[in-house]
């Protein structure tokens, strides 16, 4: 009797027989990569430029967007897109300054994937197309990820630029204990050098480290609060719409 | 903590194979994980053990991860050498170990010169054995 499956007749079943191997090869990112391309088309068509921030929590990545709306002044037609694990706090920041924000919770996820920056990409349009003359064109969509310096790294959203920063308190050995967010990123925004005075930090040392990373990465240092450096971050902007 | 969702999207392309290819049973799951792609291999592990008991498909999977040396290469003068990490194989430190693992080094021949990386960045889906 077989012993497989209990019938009389005696034969084998060879499970080996019915195996089979089949060669993939495929990128576990290739799914978020061609979503990612289809948001960098969409970020087009719209005439915008997307800028990807990555910090960890608390670097100043919403004060500093605060600040550059101030700044600009109307300068350029802005989009707020907004990361957060929970509430719509950033978000309300943004629209408080009266640009166009879209919050993205991730309810529980340490990243945003391209996948929901889609998402992001259609209701910003929907809300700019009412609140903007210009049938929803618009100059800069920022996206502000989820504060963490590690997963955002790993995932293309369809950003033009991806900028990545640090601020004082965190200390000037960040890019080389995080290095793939320095790898992967256009430029590195040294936050809250106002705070200079109070804490051990090496500018020196961060931009260092961080080139010796990745030699191609700008560095601005500036602060938001003092404004110091401001004008060099507002450079950078000018320069992608020039 | 994103090994978590990459393992969450992985098994949905494993479901998808074991349903186009009429399989009953994942065997075998064939990872390439490059050191340099951000992905921690322990974490990468855990979420698949923790995962692969929700489908009866791949509840029995094997998940074998294959770890590419990504390699430097000077483009002056061809002069390479394997990256490697001080944990991987103290013994057999590459001449850059001591300058950590991690960022452009220049060639130890052409100094001035800023050598390229290949490699290390990896995240494929191999290879799967399924029946």
């Known amino acids: ?242 | 903590m994103h090994e978590l969702s990459l393992v969450q999207g992985m098994m949905g392309q494993l479901m998808d194979l074991a349903a186009r290819n009429s399989a009953n049973r994942i065997v075998r799951v064939v990872v390439e994980v490059g050191p340099f792609s951000g992905v921690v291999v322990d974490s990468f592990i855990f979420a698949f053990d923790a995962l692969k008991s929700e489908h009866r498909i791949t509840k029995n999977s094997v998940l074998e991860i294959e770890t590419p040396v990504p390699v430097m290469e000077c483009p002056e003068c061809g002069f390479s050498c394997e990256i490697k990490h001080h944990e991987q194989d103290e013994q057999e430190l590459s001449p850059f170990s001591a300058l950590g693992f991690w960022g452009a080094r220049t060639c130890p021949h052409c100094k001035d010169v800023t050598m390229i990386t290949k490699g290390g960045d990896e995240l494929l889906l191999k290879q799967v054995e399924m029946e």
């Not at chain 1, 009389?8 to 391309?37: M, P």
């Not at chain 1, 087009?44 to 430029?49: E, S, Y």
């Not at chain 1, 300068?75 to 978000?91: F, H, M, Q």
């Open chain 1, 1 to 242: 009797m077989c012993d497989s499956c209990g019938c009389q007749t005696g034969h084998h079943h060879d499970s080996e027989q019915d195996r089979k191997i089949v060669e993939i090869n495929r990128s576990l990112l290739a799914a978020n990569q061609e979503t990612a391309e289809k948001n960098q088309e969409h970020l087009d068509a719209l005439g915008a430029v997307g800028i990807n921030l990555i910090s960890s929590p608390g670097a100043g990545k919403t004060t500093l967007l605060e600040k550059t709306i101030e700044l600009l002044d109307g300068k350029y037609s802005l989009g707020v897109i907004e990361g957060d694990i929970e509430t719509e706090r950033d978000a309300d920041r943004i629209r408080a300054k009266g640009v166009p924000a879209v919050q993205l919770t991730t309810g529980g996820a340490c990243h945003l994937d391209a996948a929901l920056v889609h998402k992001g990409l259609h209701q910003i349009q929907h809300q700019l197309s009412h609140e903007t003359a210009d049938q929803g064109r618009v100059d800069f969509i920022f996206i502000e990820n989820v504060g963490n310096l590690v997963c955002p790294a790993t995932f293309y959203l369809g950003e033009h630029k991806r900028v990545v920063m640090v601020s004082v308190p965190e200390g000037s050995d960040k890019p080389s204990k995080y290095p793939k967010a320095f790898v992967g990123s256009d430029l590195f925004i040294i936050t809250k050098i106002d705070l200079l005075p109070y804490f051990d930090f090496s500018i020196d040392e961060a931009k260092e480290s961080a080139l010796t990373l990745n030699p191609n990465i700008e560095i601005i240092a500036l602060s938001a609060v003092s404004g110091e450096g401001m004008d060099e971050w507002i450079g950078f902007l000018d320069r992608l719409k020039g």
